[in-house]
């Protein structure tokens, strides 16, 4: 419950993609774009670029 609370509060209750890290107990609004998840996931030093296969 303590986690829904928090993810309201951090944008208002705000429809969209939510990152929660319980154990350091930190939140992140993403955004209402599945693709900002993945953008919000490298703000945050997680996952890496796809690599590029365009010649």
């Not at 890290?21 to 774009?33: A, L, P, Q, T, V």
Request: one cysteine or more; proline letters at 4%.
């Amino acid at each position: 419950m303590k986690v829904l609370v928090e993810l309201f509060r951090i944008n208002g209750g705000k429809p969209g993609y939510y990152l929660a890290n319980i154990r350091d107990k930190k939140y992140h609004y993403c955004g209402d774009e599945w693709a900002s998840v993945k953008v919000k996931l490298r703000e945050l030093g997680i996952g890496r670029d796809e690599p590029n296969y365009h010649s």
